[in-house]
């Protein structure tokens, strides 16, 4: 059984910073393309960053380069999503995917989303 579970995220001000983390179990974090993904009230969901399989090149959305920073941790099979200089468009809920080989079948995991808003 998969699950992916993100926590981290909450209220802060503009200019503020959070630290999302997702910890996978039934799955091991280095073998799969590991994203971040984020959907606001009203709009379609948006990619936000993406480590690949086995070697650690990421690659960020728009919105995300320059001000987040993704990283994973094997020995805690959890990825993270260090998100700085926030401002209210950030304002989202933020989820993990985890897409790979599961046994004999392609998949594609989701965590259930944290929270993230962005107000003064």
């Known amino acids: 059984q998969v699950h992916i579970v993100e926590s981290g995220g909450g209220l802060v001000q503009p200019g503020g910073s959070l630290r999302l983390s997702c910890a996978a179990s039934?799955?091991?974090?280095?073998?799969?393309?590991m994203k971040w993904y984020r959907q606001a009230p009203g709009k379609e969901r948006e990619f936000v960053a993406a480590?690949?399989?086995?070697?650690?090149?990421?690659d960020y959305g728009d919105s995300a380069k320059g001000r987040f920073t993704m990283s994973r941790d094997k020995d805690k099979n959890t990825v993270y999503l260090q998100m700085n200089n926030l401002n209210a468009e950030d304002t989202a809920v933020y989820y993990c995917?985890?897409?790979?080989?599961?046994?004999?079948?392609?998949?594609?995991?989701w965590g259930q989303g944290t929270q993230v808003s962005v107000s003064s």
């Open positions: 995917n985890a897409e790979g080989w599961h046994g004999p079948k392609y998949g594609n995991f």
């Open positions: 039934g799955v091991t974090v280095e073998n799969f393309v």
């Open positions: 480590i690949t399989a086995f070697a650690d090149v990421i």
